[in-house]
């Protein structure tokens, strides 16, 4: 049943439903028919066995000279006494006792109605009623053919055994139509969907223009087909951008590597190439622990483990990192900040290394460091006095391998941002970009104060990838 199209199982639902209820309505209005047909003969009975007593009582015995009124035809009366022998009858019967003796005992305590009866060869409906008249006790019986009563119910039956199968049979197709009506949006989206691919997911199903639940339907699976390609383009954007950013570390490599065996060098020589190869392969490393982080996020879990953490050793540690560039640069970084916090102190140091090491590569001047309560919230902040950062830029500050200038000339990957965003959301807050009023940029993380006081470890985050 399973494999049956949807409209024709619909159909059949309806088909069935439908017959149930034609033979219902035609068993009721058979019924119904039956009813006032046999109300209408017993009022009949009734009102000519009540004037054929008023006769006998008045001693007139000339019912076979008595004619029956209109619409009565086929009606017949007699008068039996106590023993059943005819005391008068209508014309035109057989002179024969319309009851029988058990009848007549039960006629003679009270009305008696005989629903359907066979005294003349043909089926009657009769009715007895005792009377006293002339000094002895009678029974008057009446009765009338069921002849055009049997006639109208056969009618109506033989009409409902043709009209009932010829009506579900119309209903029936008027059932299909409509149902594959309602379902032709759903086959042409279906259509249109097979035809989808990862090379088209720009495509989209057609949507009728009506406001039903196969619109929606198809409305919501072209929002689902917009975060596919959304994310696909995404996706691919990352794989190029890291493609790159793996490319340009490791011709450098192979570079120094190859001028470092061309000819003899010096130890100078030798300690130098060493060196750029150290720090390209730091880069690498670096880019390959970013790289999974990310790909953490995209999973939608960044473990956290969070601990108490005191902030001026958090950000010591952190300024401590960096004491060489920056005194090789001629630049200080300045520390501020007290108290503890429960954070994840390794993602943290990363978050905030990723921060003054922009700071140091991008800005000028000192950079600070601290660690402040704005209300409910604890807020990390680092601040250089360069430039700052393009209006511009703060739109799409923390997307992967942005940068605040167009080039990719620099030396950064274009993935710290992204990673202190991933780190900020993991604890239940967020981070932003803004220029500082004096100048300078100016990157803040801000965790939310249920944070701080509540120990919980190996916490694993609900992040969703930015």
């Known amino acids: 049943m399973s494999r049956v199209p949807i409209r024709l199982r619909l159909t059949a639902t309806f088909a069935l439903a439908m017959a149930v209820v034609f ?51 086929g009606a017949f009366a007699q008068v039996l006494d106590t023993r059943g022998r005819i005391f008068d009858q209508a014309r035109g019967l057989v002179r024969r006792p319309l009851l029988t003796q058990s009848q007549l005992l039960q006629a003679r305590r009270g009305p008696l109605l005989i ?21 002895r006790q009678l029974v008057v019986v009446v009765g009338a053919s069921l002849e055009s009563r049997d006639d109208a119910l056969a009618t109506l039956r033989n009409e409902l055994l043709v009209g009932a199968p010829a009506a579900l049979l119309l209903t029936s197709l008027i059932g299909y139509l409509i149902a594959a009506s309602a379902l032709r949006p759903v086959e042409r989206m279906r259509t249109r969907a097979a035809a989808i691919s990862a090379s088209r997911l720009s495509e989209r199903l057609p949507v009728a223009p009506s406001r039903d639940e196969v619109s929606r339907l198809g409305e919501t699976l072209n929002e689902m087909l917009g975060r596919l390609e959304t994310g696909l383009e995404r996706e691919r954007s990352f794989v190029a951008d890291a493609s790159h950013e793996l490319r340009t570390p490791l011709a450098h490599l192979q570079a120094e590597v190859e001028l470092a065996l061309e000819s003899s060098r010096d130890k100078d020589e030798l300690e130098a190439a060493l060196r750029s190869v150290a720090d390209e392969t730091d880069r690498l490393s670096q880019l390959a622990a970013d790289l999974l982080l990310l790909a953490r996020v995209d999973n939608g879990i960044l473990p956290i483990r969070r601990d108490h953490v005191e902030l001026h050793d958090l950000l010591d540690g952190v300024a401590a990192r960096f004491e060489r560039r920056a005194h090789e640069a001629g630049r200080t970084i300045d520390v501020v900040g007290s108290g503890g916090a429960f954070l994840d102190r390794l993602r943290i140091e990363q978050a905030l290394g990723n921060l003054v090491e922009n700071a140091l590569r991008y800005g000028a001047g000192t950079v600070g460091l601290t660690a402040s309560q704005q209300g ?48 900020a959301t993991a604890h239940g807050g967020s981070a932003t970009v803004t220029s500082a009023p ?23 985050v609900l992040v969703s990838p930015p």
């Open 438 to 460: 004096g100048g300078g940029g100016r990157v803040s993380i801000r965790v939310p104060s249920s944070t701080l006081g509540t120990r919980t470890s190996d916490a694993r």
């Open 376 to 423: 409910d919230e604890l807020e990390l902040q680092v601040t250089d006095e360069g430039s700052g950062f393009p209006p511009e830029f703060a739109r799409h500050a923390f997307e992967r391998f942005s940068r605040a200038e167009p080039s990719r000339s620099g030396g950064g990957a274009g993935l710290g941002l992204a990673i202190v965003a991933a780190v």
């Open 23 to 73: 033979a219902l309505a035609g068993f009721l209005l058979y019924q119904h028919l039956a009813t006032s047909l046999d109300r209408t003969l017993a009022q009949s009975l009734r009102a000519r066995a009540a004037d054929i007593s008023a006769l006998v009582k008045q001693a007139d015995t000339g019912l076979h000279e008595s004619q029956p009124a209109a619409g009565d035809v």
């Open 115 to 135: 629903g359907r009866a066979h005294p003349t060869g043909k089926s009657v409906r009769l009715l007895a009623v005792p009377v006293i008249a002339q000094g």
